[in-house]
């Protein structure tokens, strides 16, 4: 009997270290993604009525002192600023990309990741329906060595949080939605 209680113990102690490890790595991926000064938003829209989320994000970053760049190959313009078609069309880089995309367009915006030296990806994921998050993508920017949170959303942190956004990471944590 005590040999049971002790690998039960054991796997117990096992977990909790995993998922405290885990928490820390997302947590300071999280302060390594908004200590960034240049962040692209790859999926802002024109259409604040049905895509609001990208929009909001661009505008979050850009009151926190950030130079944000938005991107979206349909749109010369957003609200005044030059809109990229790709990451490697934003003049001296960028340090980070938030994708608030389709999943299959996420796929396509980490492999530009490379080649426009992009070391950090956070994959939008809402809590309702909307998701960047794509499974392919997140392998991919791990053998790629590119820094990944895929899901929840930066909103949840930094400076000038919501209480919307405050609770939405507080449920997520209590629940462990929150990426990993």
């Known amino acids: 009997m005590t040999g049971h209680r002790d690998s039960e113990a054991q796997r117990t102690a096992v977990f909790l270290l995993v998922n405290v490890m885990t928490t820390t790595t997302n947590e300071t991926r999280v302060h390594d993604f908004l200590a960034q000064k240049r962040i692209a938003v790859a999926g802002v829209s024109r259409d604040n009525s049905h895509h609001p989320t990208g929009n909001l994000i661009y505008h979050r970053l850009k009151s926190t002192g950030h ?19 790709d990451l490697k069309s934003i003049p001296g880089g960028v340090d980070g990309v938030v994708i608030v995309t389709r999943p299959e367009v996420t796929e396509h915006i980490v492999h530009e990741c490379p080649d426009a030296g992009v070391h950090r990806v956070w994959m939008h994921q809402s809590i309702g329906k909307g998701s960047s998050v794509s499974p392919d993508a997140v392998e991919y920017c791990r053998q790629h060595d590119i820094s990944v949170i895929a899901g929840g959303c930066p909103m949840m942190y930094g400076e000038g949080v919501d209480f919307g956004h405050a609770c939405m990471r507080w449920v997520l944590k209590l629940t462990g939605g929150l990426p990993t």
């Open 67 to 85: 130079d944000v760049f938005p991107v979206n190959p349909h749109i010369q313009t957003f609200e005044g600023d030059r809109c990229y078609p």
